[in-house]
């Protein structure tokens, strides 16, 4: 089963959207949590409206979003996690395909596709990425998006799951605590050239609203790994990760990205 918690606050304006996605889906079976950190705008009302669906859903003051997801998984049920903020939504048929990948693979761990871009003006725009590699995770270029991404709950709990004690960054540093476990065992970690989910950008998201914040703590996070502090030559070798990027991105999909937006990579 796969276990989706959704964390929200405030988000009366996309988080219907958002619900509907997950509940439509077919061909898997899946749960679905909402923990809500005390939303003043509506947004409860409308859980309230699906309740019949939710196996928990609870709303009040939190210690915020990465301590909801933490306490939403320790809840949840599911060999297979993920979650999807009340602002981003799933597209039809992913679940299905997410249930028979890990259904059909006992050493798959980590499984994530490709996913759109939505802006505040509906213009959408489709996201390639590329085959998970740790150390390009680390010095340049986050290839996981994080709404088109499941895992075992198996890798989850061996990493230690979410540290709440980051406020921003947190899926990323998720990411590359399963990536370096993972770094030794070949087909843990797949990419799958499809298009899983959507991600809307706005003003209120915290990709728009607080780039700074994430680059705060984004040292933090690279220190926790050995790889990073014994580097020399960090932004030699961050050229280099460019480079293996860009020849990636034209061996495995055909082309060389050119990021006019990065908070859209």
Same mark, same amino acid.
Not at 192 to 203: G, K
């Given at each position: 089963?796969?276990?989706?918690v959704?964390?929200?606050? #405030?988000a009366?304006?996309?988080? *219907? ?6 509940l439509?889906?077919?061909?898997? +079976? ?14 409860v *009302?409308?859980?309230?409206?699906y ?5 928990y859903?609870?709303s009040?003051k ?8 933490a306490e ?6 599911g060999d297979?996690?993920?979650w ?7 597209? +039809?048929?992913?679940l ?31 996201? +390639? ?15 996981? +998006?994080?709404p ?14 979410i540290n709440?004690?980051?406020n ?7 990411f ?8 030794? *065992?070949?087909?843990?970690?797949v990419?799958?050239?499809d298009?899983?989910?959507v ?17 705060? *703590?984004?040292?933090q996070?690279? #220190?926790?790994f ?14 280099v ?20 937006d990065?908070?859209?990579?």
């Amino acid at each position: 089963m796969i276990s989706i918690v959704t964390p929200c606050y #405030n988000a009366a304006a996309f988080i *219907e959207e958002t619900l509907d996605s997950i509940l439509s889906q077919k061909g898997a +079976p899946f749960e679905l949590l909402v923990l809500d950190g005390g939303s003043t705008d509506g947004t409860v *009302e409308i859980i309230r409206r699906y309740e019949k669906h939710l196996v928990y859903w609870h709303s009040r003051k939190d210690d915020g979003q990465s301590a909801a997801i933490a306490e939403g998984f320790s809840r949840s049920k599911g060999d297979v996690l993920c979650w999807l903020n009340a602002d981003d939504y799933f597209l +039809p048929g992913v679940l299905a395909k997410v249930h028979e990948r890990f259904a059909g693979c006992a050493g798959l761990q980590v499984l994530y596709g490709d996913y759109i871009v939505l802006d505040e003006n509906g213009a959408m725009e489709a996201k +390639p990425k590329i085959s998970f590699d740790f150390e390009i995770c680390l010095l340049f270029y986050l290839m996981i +998006p994080q709404p088109s991404c499941f895992w075992r709950r198996e890798i989850y709990d061996r990493v230690g799951g979410i540290n709440t004690g980051l406020n921003f960054a947190f899926d990323w540093d998720l990411f590359l605590r399963m990536g370096d476990a993972l770094k030794d *065992e070949p087909g843990a970690i797949v990419h799958v050239r499809d298009l899983f989910s959507v991600f809307r950008l706005h003003a209120a998201s915290k990709s728009v609203s607080a780039r700074e914040r994430f680059r705060a *703590e984004r040292k933090q996070i690279q #220190n926790q790994f050995d790889y990073y502090r014994n580097l020399h030559f960090r932004k030699f070798a961050k050229a280099v990760q460019i480079v293996r990027t860009l020849r990636k991105f034209y061996l495995e999909r055909g082309f060389v990205p050119l990021r006019k937006d990065a908070r859209k990579a």
